[in-house]
């Protein structure tokens, strides 16, 4: 079936720098995707999204870049901060009515 | 504020003692659903409901029921706890069900069957 992963498990930064956490999808059919933080004791909270008729979206310090031609998405955070620590999620949907998949989480880690 | 509350928040109880958590939301969500989260297997469904006195099973539906009798509450039962079911619970709520309808967490339920 389709699913979501992380390219690495764990990323590791110095504070100050810019962290960029990957995430491969499966599904060429997906139309959606999401990151989510969650820190270590809280739920997963929403970061961004993004549309699949976009490549790239940005926030407040994070931008999300899509490329469907690989299946690939990330998540870039600028200036990261010790704040900034935590497990990190994409998820994905294909279609209205069907489930967010997930993936298994990157876990980052800020050091000052 | 926007809230999904769940309770208890931590529970360690005995194999075989039926248990309830509970989940709660403020935001009017028609979608509502149950996770849980183990090492190395990240956020798996349990169940979902659509909408009241809608449910459907997820990817892990086994030892587990829910009802949606109205439309803030959804509420997990575990008839008979299994040590399996050792794990951390979310429950996240979406307006509806468009393909861009966000899910929202709650804060979690960390369970312990002994």
């Known amino acids: 079936g389709e699913s979501v992963g992380l390219h690495l498990p764990t990323l590791s930064v110095q504070e100050g720098d810019n962290s960029i956490i990957n995430c491969a999808y499966s599904n060429s059919a997906s139309d959606y995707f999401i990151w989510y933080k969650q820190e270590s004791g809280k739920g997963p909270q929403f970061i961004i999204d993004?549309?699949?008729?976009?490549d790239k979206r940005q926030g407040q310090r994070v931008t999300v870049l899509l490329n469907k031609t690989v299946k690939h998405l990330s998540l870039q955070i600028a200036a990261t901060q010790p704040g900034d620590s935590a497990v990190y999620f994409c998820?994905?949907?294909?279609?209205?009515?069907?489930?967010?998949?997930f993936g298994k989480g990157t876990t980052l880690s800020v050091s000052s | 504020e926007a809230q999904v509350t769940q309770n208890p928040r931590y529970l360690i109880t005995v194999t075989g003692k039926k248990l309830t958590v509970t989940c709660s939301q403020n935001m009017n969500h028609e979608y509502m659903s149950w996770y849980r989260q183990d090492p190395g297997l990240g956020l798996r469904q349990i169940y979902y409901s659509m909408n009241v006195e809608v449910t459907d099973k997820g990817d892990v539906p086994e030892g587990y029921k829910v009802s949606r009798k109205e439309k803030r509450n959804f509420p997990l039962i575990l008839e008979s706890p299994s040590p399996n079911q050792t794990s951390l619970y979310f429950c996240a709520t979406q307006g509806g069900t468009a393909v861009t309808d966000t899910q929202y967490f709650g804060p979690g339920t960390r369970l312990t069957v002994l």
């Open positions: 993004i549309r699949s008729n976009m």
């Open positions: 998820a994905e949907r294909g279609q209205a009515g069907t489930a967010l998949i």
